[in-house]
């Protein structure tokens, strides 16, 4: 199969760099490993130690230097500079060693890194758009010299993870989510561009830290932000017109009308709202099989009614209206308690996002009240407090689920609703756990129990990659189901037999490019794709996906 490296990569630029500048330019660099026949025609004769490294090599003193590094911050800087100086060993270690290192270059580590974005500042990293530069966004997206971006994730820093509004700093998650489409999916890092929108902070700690690097202003707010995204968007349709626009870690009052005007209008979805739905489905699809119960006879009951929450709520209903409920049968089955208590109908002080959620009920004065009165058989956590879960709430989950499923989704880990360990404990081994950030493995009493991560990671590079192989125009809830469905067939009984909804990272590639395949179909069944059919959709999928080799540039 066609695999691609960094010959395309070559192809798509004018000029090569030569000698340092060959050095400097890290989708290029291949540092110690540059052939002998490479220095002496590139003009690096003498800008390298003599011996010649192999891939393999490089890889294992990255290693020791990486695992030598005592913190996990000190990691992700360690990760960071090497993706600053060579991009194909970086992606290469990452790749190799995925499970390790995403817990560093993503959540929880990256949630720290963007705490202390411009105290760890070395380099800049993709496009840094302020609203110093409306009038003139296109020409801010023509300094970017890559000619062929395909993936864009942008975000504006007001909500990110669970830890609030980071400003510029929220630029590291745009970075690492970028990251894991190009280890997880095999896009091409050149075809990537992670995307600050700075619009200023709240953050009133950074708005008086000399070090902070974002405007030091309070966040523009109401049409003058809307028109500001508005030329963002348009102006990517016009610069970069195919590529695939990602919303990360907006905050809730313009996350969900941001997503309403522009999904019909653009390629381009919301991770938090429709990747996490995804991911969320897939592990309820998966902890299914372990209880051997139907998706219509369950209850969920979520604790949180924001982006996640709503956003898995919605995609539920709409897998249990493909199971054969009607809208309203479906909505009836999922519940939300927020701040104020239960989502009942009597309430006046509902936003519009959860009214359809909003059910005629007596109001609950707790989660554990809820819990007791709705009796689930599910409850997932999307709230950000940690402890929410705590022990009265899973000793009476367990008392009316013979396998309670819990999934405590909060990050970073600080925030899970509970522990993996906790959820074991008090339902006696007995819950079906998954967690947004990771847990280790626990055994209750000899029996050994995985907590699943659902990790976003499952679902959005694949759902990337197959909008973008198939050029799709709009990305839909359709493709996103497909994704979930695809993503809890690849479970295996192995792991659903050590109570692990998700599968092992480790085949994340073959993951992604199945979900990937399962998007492209649905795409090309809604005469949305962008080209025409191929005969066999995985292959197709699988034969554009780039691998992190060295090109030979001279022989
Ligand atoms: P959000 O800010 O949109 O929503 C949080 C919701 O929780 C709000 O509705 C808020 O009112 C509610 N809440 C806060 N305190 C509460 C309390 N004491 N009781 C009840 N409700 C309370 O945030 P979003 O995007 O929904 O994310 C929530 C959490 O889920 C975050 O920690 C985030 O990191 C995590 N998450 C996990 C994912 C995963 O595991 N794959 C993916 C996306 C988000």
């Given at each position: 199969?066609?695999?691609?490296?960094?010959?395309?990569?070559?192809?798509?630029?004018?000029?090569?760099?030569?000698?340092?500048?060959?050095?400097?330019?890290?989708?290029?660099?291949?540092?110690?490993?540059?052939?002998?026949?490479?220095?002496?025609?590139?003009?690096?004769?003498?800008?390298?130690?003599?011996?010649?490294?192999?891939?393999?090599?490089?890889?294992?003193?990255?290693?020791?230097?990486?695992?030598?590094?005592?913190?996990?911050?000190?990691?992700?800087?360690?990760?960071?500079?090497?993706?600053?100086?060579?991009?194909?060993?970086?992606?290469?270690?990452?790749?190799?060693?995925?499970?390790?290192?995403?817990?560093?270059?993503?959540?929880?580590?990256?949630?720290?890194?963007?705490?202390?974005?411009?105290?760890?500042?070395?380099?800049?990293?993709?496009?840094?758009?302020?609203?110093?530069?409306?009038?003139?966004?296109?020409?801010?997206?023509?300094?970017?010299?890559?000619?062929?971006?395909?993936?864009?994730?942008?975000?504006?820093?007001?909500?990110?993870?669970?830890?609030?509004?980071?400003?510029?700093?929220?630029?590291?998650?745009?970075?690492?989510?970028?990251?894991?489409?190009?280890?997880?999916?095999?896009?091409?890092?050149?075809?990537?561009?992670?995307?600050?929108?700075?619009?200023?902070?709240?953050?009133?700690?950074?708005?008086?830290?000399?070090?902070?690097?974002?405007?030091?202003?309070?966040?523009?707010?109401?049409?003058?932000?809307?028109?500001?995204?508005?030329?963002?968007?348009?102006?990517?349709?016009?610069?970069?017109?195919?590529?695939?626009?990602?919303?990360?870690?907006?905050?809730?009052?313009?996350?969900?009308?941001?997503?309403?005007?522009?999904?019909?209008?653009?390629?381009?979805?919301?991770?938090?709202?429709?990747?996490?739905?995804?991911?969320?489905?897939?592990?309820?699809?998966?902890?299914?099989?372990?209880?051997?119960?139907?998706?219509?006879?369950?209850?969920?009951?979520?604790?949180?009614?924001?982006?996640?929450?709503?956003?898995?709520?919605?995609?539920?209903?709409?897998?249990?209206?493909?199971?054969?409920?009607?809208?309203?049968?479906?909505?009836?089955?999922?519940?939300?308690?927020?701040?104020?208590?239960?989502?009942?109908?009597?309430?006046?002080?509902?936003?519009?996002?959860?009214?359809?959620?909003?059910?005629?009920?007596?109001?609950?004065?707790?989660?554990?009240?809820?819990?007791?009165?709705?009796?689930?058989?599910?409850?997932?956590?999307?709230?950000?407090?940690?402890?929410?879960?705590?022990?009265?709430?899973?000793?009476?989950?367990?008392?009316?689920?013979?396998?309670?499923?819990?999934?405590?989704?909060?990050?970073?880990?600080?925030?899970?609703?509970?522990?993996?360990?906790?959820?074991?404990?008090?339902?006696?081994?007995?819950?079906?756990?998954?967690?947004?950030?990771?847990?280790?493995?626990?055994?209750?009493?000899?029996?050994?129990?995985?907590?699943?991560?659902?990790?976003?990671?499952?679902?959005?590079?694949?759902?990337?990659l197959g909008v973008i192989a198939c050029e799709a125009r709009r990305v839909t809830s359709r493709m996103f189901a497909a994704a979930a469905r695809a993503l809890a067939g690849q479970?295996?009984?192995?792991?659903?037999?050590?109570?692990?909804?998700?599968?092992?990272?480790?085949?994340?590639?073959?993951?992604?490019?199945?979900?990937?395949?399962?998007?492209?179909?649905?795409?090309?069944?809604?005469?949305?794709?962008?080209?025409?059919?191929?005969?066999?959709?995985?292959?197709?999928?699988?034969?554009?996906?780039?691998?992190?080799?060295?090109?030979?540039?001279?022989?």
């Amino acid at each position: 199969m066609l695999k691609k490296t960094s010959t395309d990569l070559a192809r798509s630029t004018t000029t090569s760099p030569r000698g340092t500048a060959l050095l400097h330019d890290p989708l290029r660099n291949k540092g110690t490993a540059f052939t002998l026949a490479e220095r002496a025609a590139l003009g690096l004769e003498g800008l390298l130690p003599s011996h010649v490294q192999t891939m393999a090599e490089q890889t294992a003193r990255v290693l020791e230097n990486y695992r030598h590094e005592q913190t996990d911050i000190e990691k992700y800087i360690a990760l960071v500079s090497l993706q600053d100086r060579n991009e194909t060993l970086f992606y290469r270690v990452l790749l190799d060693n995925l499970e390790e290192m995403m817990p560093i270059i993503y959540t929880p580590t990256v949630g720290l890194a963007c705490q202390r974005f411009g105290h760890l500042f070395r380099k800049p990293r993709g496009l840094h758009i302020s609203y110093e530069h409306r009038g003139r966004i296109a020409d801010v997206l023509r300094n970017w010299p890559e000619p062929n971006v395909r993936v864009i994730v942008v975000t504006d820093g007001e909500r990110i993870l669970g830890l609030g509004d980071q400003g510029e700093g929220g630029m590291g998650i745009p970075i690492g989510k970028l990251s894991l489409y190009t280890a997880c999916a095999g896009i091409h890092p050149a075809q990537t561009l992670p995307v600050m929108l700075d619009v200023g902070t709240e953050n009133e700690e950074y708005l008086q830290d000399p070090l902070y690097l974002g405007l030091r202003q309070h966040r523009v707010r109401g049409p003058a932000y809307d028109d500001f995204v508005a030329e963002f968007m348009n102006a990517v349709a016009e610069v970069m017109p195919r590529a695939l626009v990602q919303f990360e870690d907006f905050a809730n009052i313009n996350a969900f009308r941001l997503l309403e005007t522009w999904r019909e209008r653009a390629c381009t979805f919301n991770d938090d709202i429709q990747g996490t739905a995804a991911v969320t489905l897939a592990g309820l699809l998966s902890a299914l099989r372990i209880t051997k119960r139907a998706l219509l006879d369950q209850r969920i009951l979520f604790l949180g009614a924001g982006e996640a929450g709503i956003g898995i709520g919605e995609l539920i209903v709409a897998a249990m209206v493909d199971a054969g409920a009607t809208d309203a049968e479906a909505r009836q089955k999922c519940w939300f308690v927020d701040t104020k208590g239960l989502v009942v109908k009597r309430r006046t002080d509902l936003a519009h996002h959860k009214l359809r959620f909003a059910h005629e009920h007596a109001g609950a004065p707790s989660f554990l009240a809820a819990v007791k009165a709705l009796r689930p058989t599910a409850i997932i956590g999307v709230s950000t407090v940690a402890g929410s879960f705590d022990r009265d709430t899973i000793e009476t989950m367990a008392e009316f689920n013979e396998r309670p499923i819990v999934m405590a989704l909060s990050n970073p880990t600080s925030k899970a609703e509970c522990t993996a360990e906790q959820a074991y404990t008090w339902s006696k081994g007995r819950a079906i756990y998954a967690s947004g950030s990771p847990f280790p493995p626990f055994t209750y009493h000899g029996k050994p129990l995985v907590p699943g991560q659902g990790n976003n990671a499952y679902i959005f590079p694949g759902v990337g990659l197959g909008v973008i192989a198939c050029e799709a125009r709009r990305v839909t809830s359709r493709m996103f189901a497909a994704a979930a469905r695809a993503l809890a067939g690849q479970v295996q009984e192995s792991d659903l037999a050590i109570g692990r909804i998700y599968p092992s990272l480790k085949r994340i590639r073959e993951i992604s490019a199945q979900i990937g395949a399962a998007v492209a179909g649905v795409a090309f069944a809604d005469g949305l794709a962008g080209v025409g059919k191929p005969d066999d959709l995985l292959a197709f999928v699988k034969s554009q996906m780039w691998e992190p080799i060295y090109e030979v540039h001279a022989r």
